[in-house]
Nanobody
């Protein structure tokens, strides 16, 4: 089993910044990818950003240029730096990872609210 523990959500004004963290622990033999999804009220869960084992990254068009995903290999932790936040970024953000080639795991979710 693998556990994903998120932190860093909160309330921020438009234009502000937040950094989310997701620490993975447990039976990790290989890292395939980790990333962040988000789900706003009444909307489907969507992929926001992902980082792969080789270090490449992917971003949704809506966050390109504003969000940055990175990884601390030694800590098995992934970060999502969110700058220039907009009210439409308000959602519950979920950490997600694929490990050992076949096992998918989800974090518990952290609320991000962008409001003045």
């Amino acid at each position: 089993q693998v556990q994903l523990v998120e932190s860093g959500g909160g309330l921020v004004q438009p234009g502000g910044s937040l950094r989310l963290s997701c620490a993975a622990s447990g039976r990790i033999f290989s890292f395939n990818y980790m990333g962040w999804y988000r789900q706003a009220p009444g909307k489907e869960r969507e992929l926001v950003a992902r980082i792969f084992g080789i270090g490449s990254t992917w971003y949704a068009d809506s966050v390109k240029g504003r969000f940055s995903i990175s990884r601390d290999n030694a800590k098995n932790t992934v970060y999502l730096q969110m700058n220039g936040l907009k009210p439409e970024d308000t959602a519950v953000y979920y950490c997600h990872g694929l490990f050992n080639g076949i096992n998918e795991y989800w974090g518990q979710g952290t609320q991000v609210t962008v409001s003045s």
